[in-house]
């Protein structure tokens, strides 16, 4: 069976998150520094986003850089900052010929202002494409998404272009920074992991779980495939209790 051979209707349409984890493991598994685990995970990023159009994924979120990470080793930072924008610059105009349409999540504040800018400039630049929304989390985390949006929201109330009973999961999800996106129907975590790390805390509250064990390095297009198959084998309840149908003469 050719799992990729999947007809793109907008009953399979999905929002994968991805959970980019292990690529410093990989790394030192084999004797090598972190940084060179990170470069190849960062080459495994075109791979995936080809992928993902090929199976009817039609928005991609990236957890890419944490608010957490900024505690890593200074080095380690540095090094994936300037990888970072090397993506950006070798990139750029590819991702908008393939009509790829790139926004970034999460506060860009403490980032460099050429690297904001390059950001500002790609966002631009493919706001129009329309084959796959990449989300890009950098500077990302669950919790401070929700505080922003409350930030948000409050300035409103006190304003007075809003009321305090105007507050709804909607107008939550309004504010967030996938505001008008779909949430996340699949959420895959790479290197066995069995957690979700601060990722769209919010979004996330029906998605569906993977864990895969192969780190991000070891994440192939074929691996995606298998996942993307699981995921469409599965039902999706909501919280709800979906009656099993009864099949044409059984006995009740």
């Not at 980019?20 to 790394?27: F, I, K, L, Q, V």
């Not at 393939?98 to 400039?121: C, W």
């Not at 029906?206 to 074929?222: D, H, N, R």
Request: a neutral charge; charged letters at 25%.
């Amino acid at each position: 069976m050719n799992l990729f051979a999947q007809r793109r209707t907008k009953e399979c349409d999905v929002h994968v998150g991805i959970i980019m984890d292990g690529n410093g493991r990989w790394a030192t598994k084999r004797g090598l520094p972190r940084l060179v685990g990170h470069k190849r995970g960062a080459n495994r990023v075109k791979d995936i986003v080809k992928a993902s159009s090929e199976l009817g994924v039609t928005t991609l979120t990236l957890y890419a850089f944490s608010t957490e990470n900024w505690k890593r080793a200074a080095h380690e930072v540095e090094g994936l900052m300037k990888m970072f924008r090397g993506y950006l610059q070798n990139n750029f105009i590819e991702l908008n010929a393939k009509n790829i349409r790139v926004i970034f999540l999460g506060d860009p504040s403490p980032l460099a202002a050429d690297l904001r800018e390059q950001m500002e400039r790609l966002e631009e630049l493919t706001k129009d494409n329309t084959l796959i929304t990449l989300n890009v989390a950098i500077n990302y985390g669950g919790r401070d998404d929700l505080v922003r949006a409350t930030r948000e929201i409050t300035a409103k109330i006190l304003d007075g272009s809003l009321s305090v009973e105007d507050i709804s999961e909607e107008l939550i999800s309004g504010h967030l920074d996938t505001a008008f996106q779909p949430d996340p129907d699949l959420i895959i975590r790479t290197a066995g992991e069995l957690r979700m790390s601060n990722f769209m805390t919010w979004q996330c509250a029906y998605s569906e779980m993977a864990f895969v064990k192969k780190s991000w390095p070891e994440f192939t297009p074929k691996v995606y495939a298998e996942v993307i198959a699981d995921y469409r084998s599965r039902t999706r309840q909501f919280g709800a209790v979906i009656p099993k149908p009864v099949e044409i003469g059984n006995k009740a």
